[in-house]
Every structure is written in C-alpha cells, then in structure tokens.
C-alpha cells in the first residue's frame, strides 16, 4: 500500500509539471485555447492530487 502512494504521488508530480510546462506551451504556439486551458486545469489537479496524495503518505507513517 505504502508503495503504491509513492509511485502515485511522484507519477502525479511528474504529469502535472509536464502538463504545466510543456503542454502548454505547445498549445499555446498552435492558438488552441481550448486545449491550453484543459491542460493548465488538469496541470492543476494533478498537483492538488499529488499534494493530497503526500498528506497520506505522511500521515500512514
């Protein structure tokens, strides 16, 4: 379980900063408004989840 939480938190991380920076800004480069602004949100909950995901890890140690 403990496991689990960890690879979940830094695969979150990971795909959150990723959406974040790289999707971004290649939507931003196509004008595609839309999918900029999906990216940034979903960017967003990834990072929310992440952190969410670390208050348990904590709090399971």
């Not at 790289?22 to 839309?34: C, E, L, Q, R, S």
């Amino acid at each position: 379980m403990f496991n689990t939480l960890i690879f979940s938190a830094i695969t979150l991380l990971i795909s959150g900063g990723l959406l974040l920076t790289v999707d971004t800004k290649i939507y931003a480069v196509g004008h595609m408004k839309k999918e900029k602004k999906y990216a940034r949100l979903f960017g967003w909950i990834h990072l929310g989840l992440f952190i969410i995901f670390i208050a348990a890890i904590l709090f399971y140690i």
